[in-house]
């Protein structure tokens, strides 16, 4: 994979985040009953990071999980023939509650099918929204975000790879060639 553009920096980063958490705010009208879930893995340091944010706008702190798809994917045979697999962990209960799933990049809408179907598992929601900071296109099922950072279109060869300290010891968005 070769880093073709960077699309955001950090500081970009930051306010995309810091949009999507005011959309947050306006658009549930407060925080009252909602919960951020990360998607294992990126999903999850971006659902903290909207968390601390909403508690600086509205000096509220919204509970924080992690869900781990792996055996939700329809792909997973195609994926790796070991997959790893993560806890989910979602201390919390999410009945009646407005659970915002937070994911990274939005593609094909597989992880997001996938999320779906493991957070039932976990309970029942009383709505589920979805916050990306990149939707890059591509839909094969027919998934939307409701909280965008950026909207970046991507031709089927290319690839949006987001680094984030926890994982890659850096910050930003890049669009990468698969070659």
Known sequence: MRKKTQLMDEAQ????????????????????????VGIRRRGEPIARQLAGLIERFEGVRVPVGA?????????????????????????????????????????????????????MDVGRARRVQLAVLVDRGHRELPIRADFVGKNVPTAQTEFVRVALPEYDGETGVWLCDLS
């Open 13 to 36: 980063m930051g306010r995309s985040a810091s949009r999507i958490a005011h959309e947050i705010i306006e658009r549930n009208k407060g925080v009252q009953d909602v919960v951020l």
């Open 67 to 119: 869900l781990d798809i792996t055996f939700y994917r329809d792909d997973l045979t195609h994926r790796t023939p070991d997959p790893t697999l993560n806890d989910t962990a979602i201390p919390f209960d999410i009945a009646g509650k407005t659970v915002i799933l937070v994911d990274d990049v939005l593609y094909t809408g597989r992880t997001a099918r996938a999320a779906m179907d493991a957070l």
